[in-house]
């Protein structure tokens, strides 16, 4: 028995139940072809007799990956194509990196029930927070984690704010970043990415 894909067979029903799809080993949650990703990624270490692997969740903004980031194929996003994503230790805590192991078959149950709640009681909120693109650029805005790098950031959410029409908004992240960021490589980008969505910064 692989333990690992009894894992994921066993979960399977119940992530339906709360609303997710699955491929593979990633469970999808939907709203206006915005997807919310969980990840399960077993470890190298793993065996077919010891299961062991931690959970990597993510955003993929439809906008984005329409306008500027494109997926162009009708394939649900991987979780590397997320805008906005972490890894379940981030939230755990006194944990940044946290795996679980299964060793024996019946340990499956109590395995199964303990990461269901972790699912619910953590990863659900937290992508329900970020799962519009209201919810991402409210996230850009006033949140410490990025989930992405810095110019990461400032690309995707001057996107957001210009698709919104939000400029007043836009012009003080924009006069904010380059400020933060003058003389470094990560100002250079930050123009480049702007002649790219066509708005124009007057230094």
Known sequence: MDLFTEFIKTLSPLMKHLGFNKKGNNFYLEIAQNYGILNFQKSRDSTRQVAIFTINFGIFSNTLGRLEFTNNDSKKPD???????????????????????????????????????VIQNILIPEINKRLTDKGLINCWLNESYAGTTEIGRFKYLTTLLKENGDFNVLNQVIETFMQFSKGKSNAYRAKEHLKEIDIEYKQ
């Not at 194509?81 to 679980?100: A, L, V």
């Open 79 to 117: 979780i590397g194509q997320c805008h906005w994503e972490s890894r379940i230790g981030h939230f755990m805590p006194n944990s940044p990196d946290y795996w679980w192991k299964i060793s024996m078959a019946e340990d499956l149950p109590s395995i199964v029930a303990e990461v269901l709640k």
